[in-house]
C-alpha cells in the first residue's frame, strides 16, 4: 500500500460515510477501512487533507468520494429555504459517492425493508462466500459467481426473500441482458425504466443506483425517512403519494435534488434517534 495525501476543501469524511450510503466501511477512531473498487482503503481526515493508504490512484479516490463536484455551487442550488439552509450547514462537506454500480444494485436490493445494520450483515456474507480474498478482507462477487453459486450457497448468505432478485439480477448482468455501465449515456427517465425491468427494483432501489453510481444528481429516492421528513415540511403534513414527492423535489431542488435528498435523509434519520 501507498499513502498519500489529498487537499479537500469542503470535505467531512465522517459524515461522508456515516450518512448511509455506502455499508462496506468500518470506524476505528479516526480511521475509516473500507473496500473501494475490490482493494482496501484506509482514509482519514486532517483539516482540509485527507490521508489516503491504499493501493488505489488519486485519480480513484478522487472520482470515488465526488471529489471533482463543486460542493458550494450544488449548494447553491439546493439551499432553498431556511430549513435547507440549517441542514447544510450542519453537514457541510458530506458528498456523495460513486460506487461500483454492480455493488450498489445488489446492496440496494439487500435494502428492502431492512436496516442498516442487517444490509451490511448480507453484504459481507455474499463477499465472504464468493468474494475474492484480498488479504484480511473481501472483494465484492462478480455477477458470474453468485449467479452459479447453489442453493446451499446462496442460503448462507441469510438474504431472505431477496435471494431470488439478486440470483436474478446477476444472470441478466452475466448474459449481457442489463449492461449497467451503459446506462450513464442513458437519460434519468429512460435509465430508470430499464432498472425497474429488473424483478425486484422498484422506485427506490433504481433510483438509489442511479444517484451513487450512474451519475444521475436528480434522482431522489424515497424510503421512510424522507417520505415522513418530506410530507411533514413541504406538504404540510398531509398524505401525498410517492410521485408528488418526486415530483416537488425535482421541480424544487433542480438537478442536484439526490444532494438534496442525502442531506435530508441524514438530517432526519438523527432526528428521529433522539
Known amino acids: 500500500m501507498k499513502t498519500y495525501q489529498i487537499p479537500v476543501p469542503t470535505f467531512d469524511l465522517d459524515h461522508t460515510l456515516r450518512c448511509g450510503q455506502v455499508f462496506r466501511w468500518r470506524e476505528n477512531k479516526e480511521e475509516w477501512t473500507g473496500i473501494v473498487l475490490n482493494s482496501i482503503v484506509r482514509a482519514r481526515q486532517r483539516g482540509d487533507m485527507l490521508v489516503i493508504e491504499s493501493d488505489l490512484s ?5 472520482n470515488y468520494f465526488r471529489l471533482d463536484d463543486d460542493l ?19 453537514y457541510n ?47 465484492f462477487p462478480c455477477p458470474e459467481r453468485i449467479y452459479k453459486a447453489s442453493q446451499s450457497e446462496l442460503k448462507k448468505c441469510k438474504l431472505g426473500f431477496r435471494e431470488r432478485w439478486i440470483r436474478g439480477v446477476a444472470k441478466k448482468v452475466y448474459d449481457d441482458r442489463l449492461q449497467l455501465s451503459q446506462l450513464k449515456n442513458l437519460d434519468y427517465q429512460s435509465a430508470k425504466k430499464t432498472l425497474m425491468g429488473v424483478e425486484g427494483v422498484g422506485h427506490k432501489v433504481a433510483d438509489c443506483v442511479l444517484l451513487f453510481s450512474l451519475d444521475k444528481l436528480e434522482a431522489f429516492p424515497i424510503d421512510v425517512h424522507i417520505r415522513r421528513f418530506m410530507r411533514r415540511e413541504y406538504f404540510q403534513n398531509k398524505v401525498v403519494s410517492d410521485e408528488k ?30
Open 58 to 62: 488519486k485519480k480513484d479516490i478522487i
Open 72 to 90: 458550494e455551487n450544488i449548494y447553491k442550488h439546493i439551499g432553498k429555504d431556511k430549513l435547507m439552509k440549517k441542514i447544510i450547514a450542519r
Open 93 to 139: 462537506g458530506l458528498r456523495l459517492i460513486r460506487q461500483d454500480s454492480w455493488e450498489c444494485l445488489v446492496s440496494y436490493i439487500c435494502s428492502i425493508n431492512n436496516r442498516i445494520p442487517q444490509i451490511e450483515s448480507m453484504i459481507q456474507n455474499l463477499c465472504t462466500q464468493f468474494g475474492d480474498d484480498i488479504g484480511g478482507a473481501y472483494g
Open 245 to 274: 414527492i418526486r415530483e416537488l423535489a425535482r421541480g424544487y431542488f433542480g438537478k442536484y435534488a439526490g444532494y438534496a435528498q442525502e442531506y435530508l435523509f441524514y438530517y432526519e434519520r438523527s432526528e428521529s434517534r433522539k
